[in-house]
C-alpha cells in the first residue's frame, strides 16, 4: 500500500465530497428543469437542447464520478489512475460525438449561403470548453501515475472546471429550452 498516497488523498476528502455533492444536486435540479419542459425534446427546431441536454447531464455524472474514484479506498494509486483514465476517455468520446452532431445542426442552420455564415463557428468555444475538464481529468491521472507532487492538485482543478462546465451548459440549455420554437416570446397584444 502507498501511505504517503493515501494520506495526501485524505488530506483531499473534504473537497471531493463538497464537489460530488454539488455535482449530485446539481443534477437533481437539472432533472427537475428538463421535466417541466419535455415537449420541447420532440421539437426538430431545437433540436440542439437535447444535445446540451446529453452535455450537461454527462458532465455532472463525470464530476460525481471523480469524486467518488477519489473517495474511494484505494490500495494503490493505479486504481484511482485507471479511473480517471476511463472517465477522462469517455467524456472525450461523448464530446466527440456530441461536437460532431452540433457542428452538422450550426452548418444545417446557417449553411453557406445563409446571412450569418459565422453562426456555424459558435459551437466550437462550447466544444472546446466541455472538453477541456475531460483533458484535464487525462493529465490528473498521468500526473498521479507518475507520481508527481501536484497530481492531486490537478484533479482538483479538473473537477472544479468539470462542474463549472456542466453549470455553463445547464444555463445555456434553461436558456434554449424557454424559448418557442427558437424564436423569443413574444409580448402579448
Given amino acids: 500500500m502507498d501511505d504517503g498516497f493515501s494520506r495526501s488523498l485524505d488530506d483531499w476528502t473534504a473537497y471531493f465530497a463538497l464537489m460530488g455533492g454539488a455535482a449530485a444536486t446539481l443534477l437533481g435540479l437539472l432533472f427537475v428543469a428538463v421535466s417541466l419542459r419535455l415537449n420541447i425534446f420532440h421539437q426538430r427546431a431545437v433540436a440542439d437542447v ?7 447531464m454527462g458532465t ?7 469524486a467518488g474514484a477519489a473517495l474511494a479506498p484505494h490500495e494503490q494509486r493505479t486504481y484511482l489512475v ?10 472525450m468520446l461523448a464530446m466527440a460525438l456530441i461536437a460532431r452532431v452540433s457542428f452538422a445542426l450550426s452548418r444545417a442552420a446557417t449553411g453557406p449561403d445563409a ?4 453562426g456555424r463557428w459558435k459551437v466550437k468555444p462550447y466544444a472546446l470548453l466541455a472538453a477541456g475538464p475531460y483533458a484535464a481529468v487525462i493529465v490528473a491521472a498521468l500526473l498521479l501515475w507518475r507520481e508527481h507532487p501536484y497530481g492531486l492538485g490537478w484533479l482538483a482543478i479538473s473537477e ?5 462546465a456542466g453549470t455553463l451548459t445547464a444555463w445555456i440549455l434553461l436558456a434554449h429550452a424557454g424559448l418557442e420554437g427558437g424564436t423569443p416570446p413574444s409580448d402579448p397584444p
Fill in 60 to 66: 455532472f455524472l463525470a464530476a460525481m464520478a471523480v
Fill in 115 to 118: 446571412p450569418n455564415p459565422l
Fill in 160 to 164: 472544479g472546471w468539470l462542474l463549472g
Fill in 82 to 91: 485507471l479511473a480517471l483514465l476511463v472517465i477522462g476517455v469517455a467524456g
Fill in 50 to 56: 437535447r444535445d446540451f441536454a446529453a452535455l450537461t
